[in-house]
């Protein structure tokens, strides 16, 4: 059989992050303390296994997520993994995800819908509706606790014939209610058979009453006929009338329309003359700036020019001193090659002599072969005992020579950095002369640009100033009361100068537009008021005030005002701003934040109405908010709303800005006049602009290059005689070190070589007085002194040639790259030479394209006089035509009128017909129509307000009653010739003979007047009923037999669980009670239908009679109920089961009896998962997973794992656990 792997949890309950609970084996406890996560293992398994949120112990799916339960979820989803391998060993993953409020099911990694996730799940063996291998915390004792009906429920979610228990009760409930149907259908057949006889003496009753009716009728239509035919007269009459004034208004609007399409040519002619006027104006403006900018380019390309002259005479200069540095540089070169083959010449020379010397010293000195067997041996013999002095002595000889070899090296090095540092110097002395020359030009060009710069920016920040005044139109706005305030406070500044602020509107304003009128709402009636320092300087400006009998004014004193602290919490609160913030003071009056406090307080101010109010009354206290409109929620509740007076408040902040604008204004006026004084004449102002776009050029070029000297050439410069004096000065100090340390190696290399030689001469004392020598080494000298002075000599020898190879060196790179520099030099006056001619050619195109653009602007101007005459000319044609317009619209009016009276009048009579056609509609009158039908008459009442409301259904009635032609045969010829006043005393006597048929008629008894038609439906109605009777007594049988279908499939499934589950038990019993005198039975209440009533369980346990289950301990009553879920999971297995704290009412000799019966369905049949607190318990089990908590902001649990396979349970039975594992 299959069997649970592992769950793999990610961010589920208290479980963060992704984390792996198992292996499981086949006997599995969950153990921990209480609090650390164990039960969400459990609910871990239902969730994978599709159970809904409900029953996890939240109200949401994603309350299942990672630290939703304190409002801090972790991750958006969360999904719990199960990994189940099957009989084959092959791995089936069954996944539920959360994404939001619902779930997403996976199977391998495949997403499916929910009931196919199910039907997989029950192919292995679980089914989720009936939890066949859960059992949760609690589940044991309320099984042993539950009442006959409960434990029927229980069978029935086992056996699943729960899922028809609705289907039961609804065919139940339609067999019922068809039995009920047929019994109402036949007495209501009886009733339908008495009716049929009362409805044939009504009949006879009804048809007397119907004939004075029709009477009635007639005399009705009579009437309406009438007045119908005489308003079509009046129609026909006034149509005419108002035909004829409507032909008088056409004409006179064909003549109106002529007179709009003359002044429409008019007006189009003198359009296009208008147009041509702004298209000439237009290419003026156009050809003007051309001339301007080929006038700024021509200047552009000489100051250019002359750039570049200027450029090639400087790299010119450069290029002499590169060729005179370089001739030096070869000159230096010859030299160092000459000595090198002087030192050359010396060697050879020197090798050559010694080589004469070491020939005439052969004659010295012989050694017999034996004596020279002897000596190799005894020098063999002193090599081997000064063998490690010999190392030694050779290890100091080879560091001494590699310091001999730095120091000739630092000290070549040395050399080089001191001509670097010369050569550096004598760069940086070059760029500082040049920059000071740059320098100097550059102070010149900016004097002359001065002047007429400085009337340019007057000129352009003027007329800035101008425009925005225009714009604002503060002189028109300002009013007499407000300019009187503003001379008392200038009166109240000249007083007060230091103690005086201003207007506390003058000196803040609101960080952005958007929050004017927020901050003009909330400052309310402070808005205007005067920020003075203390209180005796505001009573003493309030007596000024009353003295000179000014408008009052209000004062906030700094020292007098009591402001409350700010809450700090409210600027987390978000969607809104604290007002404070939104304010920004003037940088002159710092102390002006306690009055921004002290006005502001602790309101808010939010972008919306709605988060305004939100923000005011949602929470848990109110506060004062304001939104962006200038509506106000006070704490009271009061809401107050912006206004347009609230909104003119707001543009003094505007008008703030104005005042400064006009003092600006006046002060640059005095300043332009000071200037134009200077410059008065117009032709020198063009020269001076162009002289002045030259210099800028030349500034501009004089900028960059002294900005390159300045920034770069220089900074480099002293930069690389830093590092080069600080290299020298390295090298210095390394070559002291060196030296130092040289002397101390060669000093030990000395008391070495003296322990050699004493052991040498211990060796060597019998063979140097053989020979006749004092030591060894007077021998060896004589021998090995030629050599080694001839070493020492090519030593020397090699040292100069390398410091000459060296120089030689690096005098051929300084020369290459002066060479590559002339080189560089040379190109760059090729260059600049070719641009020079380049930009004479430009001058030149330049210069005729001006001529050519001024010579079109003059032929464009005189041009635009000739148009000017021909567009004032038509001007005065257009006006005298709209004068002719102006006399035919108001003889149009007029005719207009009289149509609009007749139309009145005809809207009348219409009205009138068509309710007199409505009225005969809504009685049924009869009237004969030879087109049209009473049936297309709108039932509207219209009347007289009909008038004013011109609608298309009202035209739509009108045109469909006059379609409609009625037949007047009816009427006598009396009634038709009548005309005038005669026709309104007919409709009197009309009206009266009507009355008085509608008297007689309401005096009488109405009999049932729907006797024969009553007598066709209580016909049609008895048929009906013997119909329905038949039908009902059809459905009832139907009804029978599905409902017998139902219950025979419900008492299937139910008996097939109760009969297996009855079977099973008390084996299950005695097994977990370790006595075969246990019993447990069941029995059904209801033998029929077992699961319409309760289920009794009892049990007899081992050495006790038979009693009620009640009356069992508490261990017993656990027992009795594991053996019920035991027994039913039997009836629909599952891979494995899982028990929730299902040792809890147990004693430690039940515990062992449950754990032996666990142990060994463990091994036959299925995989079990215990969730357990007791050691009794879980010490037997296979693998202990342990749940233990970890704190942080939120409590998570982690799970370790032990596998007790390799520990014995006891001395007993340890052998069977290695066997078993």
Not at 648 to 669: C, F, G, I, V
Not at 694 to 709: A, P
Not at 1101 to 1128: Q, T, Y
Request: glycine share 4%.
């Amino acid at each position: 059989m299959g069997f649970l792997k592992q769950l793999d949890v990610d961010n589920f309950k208290s479980w963060r992050g992704k984390q792996v609970i198992g292996p499981f084996k086949r006997f599995n406890c969950i153990i921990g303390t209480n609090g650390s996560g164990k039960s969400n293992v459990m609910d871990a398994l239902s969730f994978v296994m599709g159970e809904r949120a409900a029953t996890l112990r939240v109200k949401h799916t994603r309350d299942l997520i990672h630290g939703a339960h304190i409002g801090k979820p972790v991750s958006t989803t969360a999904s719990v993994t199960m990994r189940y391998c099957d009989d084959n060993g092959e791995e089936l993953n069954f996944c539920r995800s959360i994404s939001g409020d619902s779930s997403e099911y996976r199977i391998n990694g495949r997403q499916i819908t929910l009931a196919k996730y199910t039907e997989e799940l029950e192919k292995i063996g679980i089914v989720t509706k009936a939890r066949n291998c859960l059992v949760f915390q609690g589940a044991v004792e309320s099984i042993a606790m539950k009442n006959p009906k409960e434990r029927t429920k229980m069978f029935e979610r086992i056996s699943q014939s729960l899922e028809l228990s609705d289907d039961y009760d609804r065919k139940k409930e339609a067999l019922q209610k068809a039995k009920e149907d047929t019994q109402f259908h036949f007495n209501k057949k009886r009733t339908a058979t008495a009716e049929k006889k009362q409805v044939s003496s009504e009949k006879v009753e009804a048809q007397k009453y119907q004939e004075l009716v029709d009477d009635l009728n007639q005399g009705r239509l009579q009437l309406n006929l009438f007045q119908l035919y005489h308003n079509e007269q009046g129609l026909s009459a006034l149509s005419k009338t108002l035909r004829k004034r409507q032909e008088a208004v056409a004409g006179q609007k064909t003549g109106l329309n002529g007179w709009e399409q003359s002044i429409k040519a008019q007006k189009k002619e003198h359009g296009r003359f208008t147009r041509e006027l702004q298209q000439i104006e237009k290419e003026i403006r156009g050809q003007e700036q051309t001339l301007s900018l080929r006038r700024s380019q021509y200047i552009k390309a000489k100051v250019n020019t002359s750039h570049h002259l200027k450029k090639v005479d400087d790299t010119r200069g450069a290029l002499e001193k590169s060729q005179r540095m370089g001739a030096k540089k070869e000159e230096e070169l010859a030299e160092f090659h000459q000595e090198l083959q002087e030192l050359e010449r010396a060697w050879r020379d020197y090798e050559r002599h010694a080589q004469e010397e070491l020939t005439d010293r052969k004659a010295d000195i012989q050694l017999e072969e034996e004596q020279l067997e002897r000596y190799k041996e005894l020098k063999e013999l002193a090599r081997k005992q000064g063998a490690l002095l010999s190392q030694q002595t050779k290890k100091m000889h080879w560091e001494v020579k590699a310091d001999h070899q730095k120091i000739e090296f630092d000290q070549r090095r040395k050399k080089e950095v001191e001509v670097s540092i010369k050569h550096s110097h004598t760069q940086l002395g070059d760029f500082t002369r040049r920059a000071d020359k740059l320098e100097e030009y550059t102070n010149t060009c900016k004097s002359s640009l001065e002047e007429s710069r400085q009337q340019e920016e007057v000129n352009q920040e003027l007329g800035e100033v101008l425009g925005e005044l225009q714009n604002a139109r503060l002189d028109s706005q300002e009013s007499k009361r407000q300019q009187q305030r503003n001379e008392v406070l200038e009166n109240l500044r000249r007083l007060y100068p230091d103690t005086l602020f201003g207007r506390l509107v003058d000196l803040c304003s609101p960080i952005h537009k958007k929050y004017q009128l927020a901050v003009t709402k909330v400052f309310g009636r402070y808005m205007n008021a005067i920020v003075v320092s203390s209180e005796k300087v505001a009573r003493d400006c309030i007596r000024f005030i009353k003295e000179e009998r000014a408008e009052p004014e209000t004062f906030l004193p700094i020292d007098y005002l009591d402001v409350s602290p700010l809450n700090e919490r409210l600027r987390g609160v978000r969607g809104a701003k604290m007002m404070v913030d939104v304010v920004q003071c003037s940088p002159t009056a710092p102390q002006l934040k306690k009055v921004i406090q002290f006005v502001c307080g602790n309101a808010l101010v939010c972008e919306t109405l709605k988060e305004a109010r939100a923000i005011a009354f949602d929470g848990p206290e109110r506060l004062k908010t304001v939104a962006l409109d200038g509506t106000m929620f006070s704490k009271s509740g009061v809401i107050s709303g912006g206004s347009s007076h609230l909104r003119s408040k707001a543009r003094r902040w505007d008008e703030k800005d104005m005042t400064k604008l006009k003092e600006l204004k006046e002060q640059l006026t005095a300043e332009l006049r000071g200037l134009v004084k200077l410059k008065r004449k117009e032709p020198e102002l063009k020269q001076i602009q162009s002289q002045a776009q030259g210099v800028q050029t030349r500034l501009k070029y004089s900028h960059t290059e002294l900005d390159t000297l300045r920034k770069k050439s220089i900074p480099n410069c002293h930069a690389e005689m830093s590092r080069l004096e600080a290299e020298l000065a390295n090298v210095e100090s390394q070559l002291e070190m060196q030296k130092e340390n040289m002397e101390i190696k060669e000093l030990e290399m000395k008391k070495l070589q003296d322990r050699i030689n004493q052991m040498e001469d211990v060796v060597f004392s019998d063979f140097c007085a053989e020979i006749g020598v004092a030591n060894i080494r007077e021998y060896e000298q004589e021998h090995l002194k030629q050599q080694q002075d001839v070493d020492r000599k090519r030593l020397e020898f090699e040292s100069q040639r390398t410091c000459l190879k060296a120089q030689l060196e690096y005098e051929q790179g300084q020369l290459e790259q002066q060479r590559k520099k002339m080189k560089k030099l040379e190109e760059t006056i090729a260059k600049e030479q070719c641009r020079v001619e380049e930009q004479k050619q430009e001058e030149e195109k330049l210069l005729v394209v001006m001529e050519e653009s001024q010579s079109k602007v003059l032929d464009l101007k005189n041009h635009l006089l000739g148009k000017k005459t021909q567009a004032s000319e038509s001007k005065a044609q257009v006006d005298q035509t709209m004068k002719s317009l102006q006399e035919s619209s108001r003889e149009q009016v007029k005719l207009q009128r009289e149509v609009i009276s007749a139309e009145t009048a005809l809207e009348q009579l219409r009205i009138w017909k068509h309710n007199l056609l409505l009225g005969c509609k809504i009685q049924g009158l009869p009237i004969t129509l030879l087109s049209g039908s009473l049936d297309e008459i709108s039932e509207v009442q219209l009347d007289s307000e009909s008038l004013t409301e011109s609608t298309c259904t009202t035209m739509d009635i009108y045109e469909r009653e006059a379609l409609m032609v009625i037949d007047y045969s009816g009427l006598g010829a009396e009634l038709k010739d009548l005309a005038g006043e005669e026709v309104d005393p007919q409709v009197e006597r009309l009206k009266e003979t009507v009355s008085s048929l509608e008297g007689v008629l309401q005096r009488s008894t109405a009999p049932n007047l729907k006797a024969l038609e009553k007598m066709r439906v209580v016909k049609d109605k008895f048929q009906g009923v013997v119909d329905a009777f038949d039908a009902s007594t059809k459905a009832a049988r139907r009804s029978n037999q599905e409902f017998e279908q139902v219950k025979a499939k419900r008492f299937r499934l139910f008996s097939q669980c109760f009969e297996h589950v009855s079977v099973v038990i008390d084996q299950i019993y005695k097994q977990l009670c370790r006595n075969t005198s246990a019993q447990a039975i069941l029995s059904a209440e209801n033998p029929d239908e077992p699961y319409l009533d309760g289920i009794n369980y009892n049990c007899i346990a081992p050495g006790k009679r038979f009693m009620a289950m009640d009356n069992l301990s508490g261990g017993e009553k656990a027992i009795a109920a594991l053996a019920l879920v035991f027994a039913i999971h039997s009836f629909r297995p599952a891979p494995f089961f899982v028990l929730d704290e299902v040792d809890a009412a147990l004693d430690n000799t039940n515990i062992g009896k449950v754990t032996s019966f666990i142990r060994e369905q463990s091994r036959e049949s299925l995989q079990i998962i215990v969730i357990s607190l007791k050691e009794e318990f879980y010490s037997r089990a296979d693998a202990l997973l342990g749940v233990y908590p970890e704190f942080n902001e939120c409590m998570f649990s982690r799970m370790l794992t032990l596998d007790l396979s390799p520990y014995p349970l006891n001395e007993e039975n340890g052998t069977e656990r290695e066997k078993e594992m």
